[in-house]
């Protein structure tokens, strides 16, 4: 469909290893988005691509995260020596611009074994 | 201080009844955006309606209506005729300021439609 695509919708891992999950937004969509959703509570905010760049990347929770959209449509979320406390499921949304809803995919559930 | 509090961790409705999801906000900024989302046990985000901070009218979107009372900032969710198919979590969310920006989140409340 036309919607926000996430790849791969579940991953399990050890501790320790390192992990990407990638996100194909709405075609024309120039903001993209990442967010962190915990059991039982609403999604943490973790970065903001406009276009190539990071708008703002306050939620991402230590250097172990970062993320890259290198054309300025695909974006990938990697996280290095994951953490148990890593578990959980990554949202990506992508908006038209101003004033626009955030639109979301279905999310990848990350495990850290 | 949170930015978004909804106060009702759960809700058991009838069916076929209207239902009120409660939604406060904090922000300073004169501009800001207010969402709300339904989020199925399948997990995706569903937007549902938005209302801008300037807007003169509360939004309707169907059966959905925001409660849109800003001098007590407050955002509430409205869903009337409630069906089965309505239960879910709902989030309440808030964008500040005239950007394109990141989205806050309240907790969400878990709505139960009961047969």
């Known amino acids: 469909g036309a919607g926000v695509s996430q790849t791969p919708s579940n991953k399990v891992t050890e501790k320790g290893k390192y992990v990407e999950l990638r996100c194909d937004p709405i075609?024309?969509?120039?903001?993209l988005y990442w967010y962190r959703q915990s059991l039982g509570q609403g999604p943490e905010f973790l970065i903001y691509?406009?276009?190539?760049?990071?708008?703002?990347d306050s939620g991402l929770p230590n250097d172990r995260f970062f993320a890259v959209r290198p054309e300025g449509s695909v974006s990938t979320l990697k996280i290095q020596r994951t953490e148990r406390g890593d578990s959980a499921v990554y949202l990506c949304?992508?908006?038209?611009?101003?004033?626009?809803?955030?639109?979301f995919g279905d999310g990848t559930r990350l495990s850290i074994l | 201080a949170q930015k978004i509090t909804q106060t009702q961790p759960g809700m058991f409705v009838q069916e076929k009844e209207a239902v009120t999801l409660d939604c406060t906000y904090d922000?300073?900024?004169?501009?800001?955006?207010l969402f709300w989302y339904k989020q199925p046990s399948s997990g995706e985000m569903i937007f549902l309606i938005y209302?801008?901070?300037?807007?003169?009218q509360n939004a309707t979107e169907g059966r959905y209506s925001l409660n849109f009372q800003k001098a007590r900032k407050s955002a509430n969710l409205v869903i009337s005729a409630s069906q089965l198919g309505d239960s879910a979590m709902y989030f309440c969310?808030?964008?500040?300021?005239?950007?394109?920006?990141?989205?806050?989140f309240g907790k969400g409340t878990r709505l139960h439609i009961l047969p």
């Open positions: 949304a992508s908006s038209l611009g101003l004033y626009g809803p955030q639109h």
């Open positions: 075609s024309g969509h120039t903001a």
């Open positions: 691509f406009q276009g190539t760049g990071a708008a703002d």
């Open positions: 922000t300073s900024d004169p501009s800001y955006g």
């Open positions: 209302q801008g901070s300037y807007d003169q």
């Open positions: 969310a808030m964008r500040e300021g005239n950007r394109d920006d990141k989205i806050i």
